[in-house]
């Protein structure tokens, strides 16, 4: 180990020491949302058993004093009743990008799975859930329709994201030793012809945030990630060139979920339905929107569990408006398992 | 010559090179910019003000092959990141030379034309690679090169697949010690007699004086040059490199205008000169 290699070292594990204490607030923060008492509890029975770890050569006593700050952090945390909103995938994801756009007032929480955020807003662990619906090149994201499919919770909001993609590698890094690319795999076809113009290798890693964490913090030879400028951030990382996408245009919509409808007038409304299985259904409840001159933005397909169809509809217009609240009585009518997903407004973001 | 099969005139028409919204090869093209990106005041600074009085696109150095391994070499990565965010700011489209065949390709993402130096006329290896690439090449000519040997290093460019190269006459090393190097003004029509490629004349080196700049770009105009490639820099005394020869923005813009009437003055000679070939 050279001097630039303790250095470096020391680097790392001052960044690990400052995410480990972000989790920790994170998960304190879920956990008061579950119980408050539970939250409050943890606190100084935390301190009793970390006493025990303080064996090497920190002494017990620094550790006691660095434990008080963490815990009046957490407690001041705790107090600041902060809202919450998840969304999928590590910190610096996409996802996570746009809940910024939206309101950069709410704290992001990361989940694993989006099954996850939807059951764990229900729960009112969290505020809200964002999640990616389509995207104009790789299309539905069929896993997050079918779980609207079965929420109980309302659309508030949502959000137009440009996805400009950044090659990032560990600060210092040389580019021209660069060899394997990781990120998700539809990252990495998004920056195809970037990659094969630089012969760089793509390796499809789970997450595109997830491959600019595992590069940040295990720093493999020639090696990148694909992934936002948030990440980049996030992580450390240095950007050896941004918006290294193939195509200029490539958006991808969120939607915002929480337990109660927005209260506040919309400018957009989304519902889903099915029809019967009968020729011109469909036909006659697009019909309704045409005759008022109301602009359809979206129109989806997604089989349901019982074998028949569910469609997607978004469609511009405040549900209080006299041809929106019209033609949402008709359409009623004609339709089966009927249902306001919700009346919100959309964001757009660069 | 025989052997120039793509780079030779043959009565092949004059080639035109489109550099994003700028035509190389028609009218008179002036790339303006500092020696070496050093900052990013200096090169923003640098690109707005050339900008201002008329320069069509921007040069800035990342790579520097300087005489000494002490001297400045550029700020590399950092260096074609700045110089791409000044050119998308100010509009020109940038130039910037290219070393080391491993970095064609990632210059190739920041930069508009791709330069050789002139140390670098007879890298064989890095004309192969800039010619597997789809950027106009802007190719210095060799200090110690003949127009023979610099014909066949455009041909090495062409034979790889990329018909847009830009000459680029920046001097020759003689036996005259006042000047860096002596400007082979003649190269212009010389070369327009044996290739088809626009040329363009770099004063700055040629002389290696602010002061001689001025008039060796106005005899580049005269001479029939395409264009010109001249190095401005916001502030010269503090310049990391080539501080002598760097003109400053009053002196550029000074110029510039001297040189936009004698361009216009030799538009109208050869206009006359067309309308009574015709009658």
Redesign the interface.
Known sequence: MNLEDIRRHLLTIDYRLIKLLDERMELLLKLSRLDADAAKQILPNGLQEARQYAQGLVEADFYRRLYKEILGESKKLLNRNLKLVAFQGEHGAYSEVAARVWDAALVPIPCTEFTEIFEEVEAGIFDYGIVPVENNTGGQVNQVNQLVLGTSLHVVGAVELHIHHCLLVPRGGD??ELHSVYSHTQALEQCRQ?LA???LQPIPYYDTAGAARMIAETTPPSSAAIASKLAAELYNLEI??EN?EDFPHNITRFLIFAREPLQERGTKCSIVFSTEHKAGTLFRVLEVFARRGINLTRIESMPNLRGSFAFFLDFEGDQQDAPVKQALQEVQKLTTDFRMLGCYNEKRAE | MDQLKLAARNGRDKTIIQVKHVRVGEGFVVIAGPCSVESEEQILATALKVKEAGADMLRGGAFKPRTSPYAFQGLG?QGL?LLEKAGRITGLPVVTEVV?P??V??V???ADVLQIGTRNMQNFALLKEVGKTDKPVLLKRGMYSSLREWLYSIEYILNAGNPNVILCERGIRTFETYTRNTLDISAVPAMKELTHLPIIIDPSHATGRASMVGSMSLAAVSAGADGLLVEVHYRPPQALSDKDQQLDPQQFSRMMHKLRRLVHFHQQFSEEKQSQGET
Do not use: A, T, V
């Open positions: 580019y021209r970037f113009r630089n012969r050896i060139k290294i | 990565l990141k080391d491993r970095d390709s990632w190739c993402e920041f």
